[in-house]
């Protein structure tokens, strides 16, 4: 299968500061790039929907200027959290798809915790 | 949007058992997949299947389109099949897939 590469896989940040998370279709063109978030416990939320060059697509309750995505090529979509909180702690995921009806590639996951 | 629910929650198995882990869905799909979530927490792709039946070893899903429902068997149960599977589906209108709240399998020796 096609890979999706994440990173970092871990990071450790003080309230306040931003952090980036970089997603990487390593072997394919990624039309579509989505991400996720996993609270301990629970199942997989779609925060946001983006596509190389258009602003992204937040689902409801998701703050779009909390969580910045730039979604700059058909291989690289990036997650920004500005001035995280702990309640944003949690575990994000990205994903990529070669279009609707296909299958949907996803990376390894970042776990963010805010001190 | 589409509305995924799978069933059990929860599956306590002894080792060498089979097992069925049932998805509901609530729309027509064009994208239906099956994960096991390792210990790390990635997620591990098992079938992609929005139609019809697929085999993997002691794996297998069958996808019941028209009736909405989807089925993962695990036979011969393994201790290292332990961890949580989600079943995830996108309807024609829906860009993303969507997740069920997952089945927690746990397998004892």
């Known amino acids: 299968g096609a890979v999706v590469s994440q990173h970092p896989s871990w990071v450790i940040c003080k309230s306040g500061t931003s952090v980036k998370i970089e997603c990487r279709s390593l072997d394919f063109q990624a039309t579509t790039m989505f991400w996720y978030r996993q609270f301990p416990k629970q199942s997989l939320m779609l925060m946001a929907t983006s596509n190389e060059g258009s602003k992204a697509t937040y689902e409801q309750g998701v703050e779009k200027d909390k969580f910045l995505i730039n979604h700059a090529s058909l291989t690289l979509s990036t997650l920004t959290v500005t001035s995280a909180h702990p309640e944003d702690s949690s575990f994000y995921i990205c994903?990529?798809?070669?279009?609707?009806?296909?299958?949907?590639?996803f990376g390894a996951g970042t776990r963010l915790s805010v001190l | 949007g589409i509305q995924v629910e799978q069933s059990p929650p929860d599956l306590i198995l002894q080792e060498g058992a089979n097992s069925t882990l049932r998805c509901n869905f609530s729309d027509s799909v064009n994208n239906l997949q099956w994960f096991h979530q390792n210990p790390w927490g990635q997620l591990i792709n098992l079938f992609y299947?929005?139609?019809g039946t697929k085999q993997n070893g002691r794996l297998s899903a069958t996808t019941v389109a028209t009736e909405r429902y989807s089925l993962l068997y695990i036979s011969s149960s393994q201790t290292t099949d332990s961890g949580v599977y989600f079943c995830a589906a996108r309807n024609q209108a829906g860009t993303a897939l969507i997740f069920g709240k997952g089945t927690t399998l746990s397998v004892s020796s």
């Open positions: 994903s990529g798809d070669r279009g609707r009806g296909n299958i949907q590639y």
């Open positions: 299947i929005p139609s």
